[in-house]
């Protein structure tokens, strides 16, 4: 027989949990496959000491007190737990809410309308754990002769039912309820009824069913090979059934063969069947005693036997299982509620880097397309390239070429605004928009992405959505040739309707004024030479006066006509480079304007409604993490947990080594 070590190390099992659970060792080697060095204490006795010996008053009291409690944490757990169809099991509200409920109508109707057996439930979490063949083990009696017995205990999972509730009664066996002789179901304070489950494996198609009647029993066996199961594998899966301080958590130590599990229970056959045999009766006991299984025992009757002289009933457990459930609901409320903190960080994760797009965007846009000032200035250098192409085809037009062509300089003049000025600028601003369009699809599939992943928490929102959907079909939100370019059009019609028209009439004007000019000074000549005035000093002197007079008019004229056609091309050139200017202030608002209005109009929004609702949810689940503090204080008021113990405290195991 192997010795055991009992080491005092304590490991973290699951978090949220706050109860110790008892852990039995059960090493393979022994013949019966089921060894118990020890239990050890503290097991969850702290839920069951409700203050000490209190009068009948007093218990009446703390029973309402627990009413309390319970009715106060059905009506928290649907604003903690999910609600929706898709919440199963202990994750949903609905499941705890019955459970609770049900202990309500019990505390609250008495002792008669309770159930008059204490439920103990076995279950293993894994074939290898061998559940079946513990209960074998504790109901075998080997001092029977009758095979009926033997048979209706062995084969009691034949027809596979969906669980096996066992009593003490006359041996039958029907549709999943046994009824055993068994001395073990009278050891206890209490009358007890054994619920055997199947592993836990092979539960999912009954989950609901197996964790109701898992959670509700007053003592839970629950059995793990911790060499097949790693024990965080058993800590996710079955976080609510550790989560209860009314647990015994047997771990069996190995992967023995099915033939030692059937040479172990042939001991007890043998025995059976030849109850005279020296060598039998040793084998027995030899296996009886190295199993040290009746710790079991010690155990469910550590948790069933009366804490005090004041509680003797049925009822009285029964409180005790419903604080124990009070614990598990708060347990998977916190649960919730830090799951939904970590939805809402998550979201607000993305939503952030979201929002860092958007503002990158918004700022460098500007940049991209127009360039910087002062290095690569986009507007400057069309401006530049334009005027230069306008005062080249304005120097062109000499008075003289200008006097020949004077009805087309409008038409000249419009033509090279039209097709030269701000040309190459405009194609450039058409390409970008293009690349904005494309920018835009972008934030508006990751501003939908963020709504999605909303979605899938507590902060969807179907306002924010349709809001955003209206935005993208909105003619405004649609990204035009003209986006961008509509400023260089504007100015452009500016150009010519203002600028251009005055030149051509200033054109009009120098040409009329000029030949005015020289008709009118050979009018004065001829005037001054032939007819008849006070100026006529004779004839030789008269002739050269009139001619030098009638040429000086018609020069002064001319002159006068080639400088107001040269200070018309000077205003068009510096009118020019005014809504030149007027063009580079136009297109930086309108970029901005687009960027904002077009581009990220539907991020920036799915960004501000979403940090709204992060901000109303955070302040939401800040109050209801507050709410089940304050139940689990009055938990820990009910029950005497120590000050360290809560709801969200986790479950500390013994480990026992086996040498």
């Not at 025992?297 to 419903?322: C, G, H, M, Y």
């Not at 830090?338 to 880097?353: F, H, L, Q, Y």
């Amino acid at each position: 027989m192997q010795a055991c070590r009992v080491l005092r190390n304590s490991s973290t099992l699951t978090p949220r949990t706050g109860a110790s659970i008892t852990s039995l060792f059960l090493p393979h080697t022994v013949p019966n496959h089921f060894s118990v060095p020890s239990v050890i204490s503290d097991h969850g006795r702290h839920l069951a000491n409700i203050a000490p010996l209190h009068q009948p008053e007093q218990s009446l009291a703390i029973r309402k007190r627990v009413s309390i409690l319970l009715q106060k944490t059905v009506s928290l757990l649907p604003r903690t737990l999910p609600t929706t169809d898709g919440a199963i099991g202990p994750e949903s509200s609905l499941f705890w809410s019955n459970i609770l409920e049900r202990s309500i109508a019990e505390l609250s109707s008495g002792s008669d309308q309770v159930s008059l057996k204490a439920t103990v439930a076995v279950c293993g979490f894994d074939k290898w754990a061998c559940s079946h063949d513990l209960v074998t083990a504790l109901l075998e009696d080997p001092f029977t002769s009758d095979p009926t017995y033997t048979e209706i205990l062995r084969n009691r999972w034949q027809d596979a039912p969906s669980c096996v509730n066992i009593e003490y009664g006359k041996p039958t066996a029907f549709a999943g309820e046994l009824s055993s002789l068994s001395d073990w179901l009278q050891r206890f304070p209490h009358a007890i009824r054994l619920t055997e489950l199947p592993d836990l494996s092979s539960l999912s198609s009954i989950n609901d069913e197996t964790d109701n009647l898992l959670l509700d029993s007053d003592v839970l066996l629950l059995l793990c090979d911790p060499v097949v199961t790693p024990l965080s594998d058993l800590a996710h899966r079955t976080k609510y059934l550790l989560n209860r301080p009314n647990t015994i958590l047997i771990l069996t130590s190995g992967t023995a063969s099915d033939s030692h599990r059937q040479q172990a229970l042939g001991a007890v056959t043998a025995l059976q069947a030849n109850p005279t045999s020296p060598s039998t009766i040793d084998r027995y006991q030899r296996d009886t005693l190295s199993s040290r299984i009746s710790t079991i025992s010690v155990a469910i009757n550590e948790i069933l036997r009366p804490k005090n002289q004041s509680q003797t009933s049925l009822l009285d457990l029964r409180q005790e299982t419903a604080l124990s459930q009070v614990h598990g609901s708060l347990s998977a409320g916190f649960g919730s509620v830090e799951a939904t903190k970590k939805d809402i960080d998550r979201v607000a994760s993305k939503m952030n880097d979201l929002s860092s797009e958007v503002a990158k965007i918004q700022e460098n846009t500007r940049h991209e397309i127009l360039g910087k000032p002062g290095e690569d200035n986009k507007i400057e250098k069309a401006l530049f390239l334009a005027t230069t192409e306008m005062n080249a085809l304005l120097g062109s037009l000499t008075f003289w070429k200008m006097v020949w062509r004077v009805d087309e300089i409008g038409a000249l003049v419009f033509a090279a605004v039209q097709g030269q000025w701000c040309k190459g600028l405009e194609n450039q601003l058409i390409l970008q928009t293009g690349c904005l369009e494309f920018t835009q699809r972008e934030l508006f599939i990751s501003a939908f992405s963020l709504l999605s992943a909303a979605s899938q928490t507590s902060l969807r929102s179907p306002v924010l959505e349709n809001q955003l959907q209206q935005l993208k079909r909105s003619p405004t939100h649609v990204l035009t040739v003209n986006s961008l370019t509509q400023p260089i059009h504007d100015r452009r019609s500016q150009l010519i309707q203002y600028t251009t028209s005055r030149l051509h009439r200033e054109a009009q004007s120098a040409v009329v004024g000029a030949f005015g000019g020289v008709l009118g000074g050979a009018g004065l000549g001829w005037w001054l030479a032939f007819g008849e005035h006070i100026f006529s000093l004779g004839a030789s002197t008269e002739m050269g006066t009139a001619i030098g007079s009638g040429a000086l008019l018609a020069v002064s004229s001319i002159r006068w006509a080639v400088g107001k056609w040269e200070r018309a091309k000077r205003r068009w050139a510096q009118d020019s480079a005014r809504i030149g200017e007027g063009l580079t202030r136009d297109l930086q608002r309108t970029i901005q304007r687009t960027v904002d209005n077009n581009v990220t109009v539907v991020a920036s929004t799915a960004c501000k409604g979403m940090q709204d609702l992060v901000d109303r949810r955070r302040n939401e689940v800040h109050q209801l993490h507050g709410e089940l503090c304050d139940l689990d204080v009055e938990l820990r008021a009910c029950a005497q947990f120590p000050a360290s113990w809560t709801a969200q405290s986790p479950i500390s195991v013994k480990v026992v080594d086996i040498e």
